[in-house]
């Protein structure tokens, strides 16, 4: 995972990634994905948007938020996700 840049626009702040693996276990995706992490001008956490194949036809957006406060969870996937998109 590489960073790539801080947006804030007043309203929230993102942080933008660059996953290098693919998001998907397909022959055809993309060797890497983009991550970005949007929080609120107090700095609370919103969601997660990424962007799945970027430039390419085939290319789609999902979004994620956080449905627990639980620490313990949430770190678990955090943890289990860069894993995932490490190995």
Do not use: W
Request: net charge negative; glycine share 2%.
């Amino acid at each position: 995972m590489t960073y790539v840049d801080t947006l804030p626009d007043g309203e929230k702040t993102c942080y933008l990634f660059q996953v290098n693996a693919p998001f998907e276990d397909t022959p055809d995706a993309a060797d890497h994905y983009f991550a970005t992490f949007d929080f609120d001008a107090e700095g609370n956490f919103i969601d997660v948007y990424l962007q799945i194949n970027p430039v390419r036809d085939d290319a789609y957006t999902l979004t994620q938020s956080v449905v627990t406060t639980d620490p313990q969870v949430i770190a678990a996937k955090l943890s289990s996700e860069m894993i995932r998109a490490t190995k």
